[in-house]
């Protein structure tokens, strides 16, 4: 059962985890073929502090695989993690949220039948995940050990995050508090990772946790298992005190209840008002996330240029995805594209949530009240377009904030900032059209929504690193965004993507009007 409702979702997060480390492979390929390109590249980006804390230190550049490994390593390998609790969490507690695992229990399986599934499709990612990764290392120049590293790297660190969202699906009565507990835990440590790389005297921040074990594996170096196992060692104890506790506990219970809400109240009256409520612990993780990683582009803005100067294959790399032009405001528009593109997640995710409650019957139980089908689908078309404003305005802040910080300039800063992100919108909700179509036609087809944001980036932004012919680029609505502001306003594209996402909404309200729900 759990195979086939993973049968669109884990595929398609294992190949877009492997695409984007193919991209990468591809673009350090082009940019860094002789041993002179690569120490440049150690030289400058790879002692940058905000590198540092984001990637980790270079200090292997003997080969092509050591440079890609690198480049997309530890953030990958948080993703991969992340991705691979939020399995187990969908597998475990949001099954038992919605009845189905007490639909399963009462026939003849076991009590530790749901957790042990999710666990095996859990296993399954993972170790496919690593296996891949190895694979890719060796026709860039790995040997054996250091691509087994790389594949232990992302094996044993999912491990550790799939057994710690199981015991964190125990512990939270909702699938909500219990993606939260794993990704802040995942993340937690991907920062104390970070601290450590980058602050002297605080080395040891590395051993508190499974990011820090995997950058201690050192793939290209010491090629060391021993922080491996300690990942294995926390996969077995947390799927052990899992169990004891899926043995032990009510089914539904949990420790970390929500908080209730007041017995009766006057603020959720209206459609818009109820959208909104349902939306805003989604808007306001996303949000909080982006703006965090926006704070780490925006460091690394004032160094952009004195990197570069060391290093001429970051200005290549920025000018073929960017253009010409200052290389400071080229990477503000270049990384605030890719900001647009997780504001667009976001905006699917959102609407998984729509299928979920029309699978529940929610749905089905509001528009029994005097609430029309237009109006529930208006309202909640209107919230995705405030999710989408909003978190670029997060995005925006961060960037601009950090970059001030550091070069002092706020009012440059700020504006660059909120020009890069206000392009993006239209862009953005161009793909939120889509999904709106998606769903307005068919429920199920929203899967695919992920789909479309896939190809969409692939063509897109890194089109150009691929040499796609400039016809397959412009299918993703951002290659017509203006990079702004490395390039002056043009205000016909904003004008176009705008009426196509407006367009496209209106395709999906009349599609949803017309169809049967639930």
């Not at 400058?44 to 440079?67: E, M, W, Y």
């Not at 964190?168 to 939260?180: E, L, W």
């Not at 203006?482 to 904003?494: D, G, Q, S």
Request: with cysteine; hydrophobic share 55%.
């Amino acid at each position: 059962m759990n195979i086939r409702r993973e049968r669109i979702i884990s595929p398609v997060t294992v190949v877009l985890i492997v695409v984007i480390n193919l991209s990468t492979a591809a673009s350090v390929v082009s940019m860094y073929s002789t041993q002179q390109e690569k120490a440049a590249l150690a030289a400058s980006a790879g002692t940058n502090a905000a590198f540092s804390f984001l990637l980790g230190p270079l200090h292997h550049i003997d080969s092509n695989a050591a440079v890609v490994s690198w480049r997309a390593g530890l953030f990958m390998i948080a993703a991969t993690a992340v991705c691979v609790a939020l399995t187990v969490t969908r597998l475990t507690r949001k099954e038992e949220e919605l009845g189905r695992v007490e639909l399963v229990r009462s026939g003849a399986t076991g009590a530790l039948a749901p957790l042990t599934a999710a666990l095996v499709v859990a296993v399954v990612v993972s170790v496919v995940v690593g296996v891949a990764m190895a694979i890719l290392m060796v026709p860039l120049g790995a040997g054996v050990a250091s691509a087994a590293a790389v594949g232990a790297q992302y094996t044993t660190t999912a491990l550790a995050a799939a057994g710690l969202a199981a015991v964190g699906a125990q512990f939270a009565a909702t699938s909500r508090i219990a993606n939260m507990v794993a990704a802040s835990v995942i993340l937690g440590g991907y920062v104390l990772r970070g601290v450590g790389d980058i602050a002297d005297g605080w080395s040891w921040l590395q051993w508190l946790s499974p990011m820090g074990w995997a950058e201690r594996i050192d793939p290209f170096g010491a090629n060391s298992w021993w922080p491996a196992l300690a990942s294995l060692a926390v996969f077995a104890a947390s799927v052990g005190g899992a169990v004891w506790m899926s043995d032990r506990r009510d089914l539904g219970g949990g420790l970390l209840q929500p908080r209730p809400g007041p017995a009766s109240t006057d603020k959720l009256s209206t459609m818009p008002a109820v959208a909104t409520h349902l939306a805003i612990p989604g808007m306001a993780s996303w949000a909080s996330a982006i703006t965090t990683y926006a704070l780490v582009i925006g460091f690394l803005i004032p160094s952009i240029n004195d990197i570069a100067s060391s290093n001429p294959q970051i200005t290549d790399y920025l000018e073929k995805l960017g253009g010409a032009g200052d290389l400071g405001t080229v990477f503000t528009s270049t990384m605030m594209g890719y900001l647009g593109f997780a504001a667009a997640a976001w905006a699917v995710t959102a609407v998984g949530r729509l299928r979920a409650d029309e699978s529940a019957g929610r749905t089905e139980t509001l528009l029994a009240t005097p609430i029309s089908r237009s109006t529930y689908f208006i309202d909640q078309a209107v919230v995705l377009v405030i999710g989408i404003v909003v978190i670029m305005a997060c995005a925006a802040l961060g960037v601009g904030v950090a970059d001030a910080l550091v070069s002092g300039g706020w009012g440059a800063a700020l504006g660059h900032a909120f020009s890069a992100a206000a392009v993006q919108i239209p862009a953005a909700l161009v793909l939120a059209g889509i999904v709106a179509v998606l769903y307005g036609a068919k429920p199920a087809w929203t899967l695919g929504a992920w789909l479309v944001l896939i190809v969409a980036f692939l063509v897109g932004p890194l089109g150009a690193l691929f040499n796609l012919p400039q016809w397959a680029r412009d299918i993703s609505p951002f290659t017509h965004v203006p990079m702004v502001p490395a390039e002056p306003m043009r205000w016909l594209p904003i004008i176009l993507l705008t009426l196509i996402a407006i367009a496209a909404a209106a395709i999906g309200w009349r599609s949803f009007t017309q169809r049967d729900v639930g």
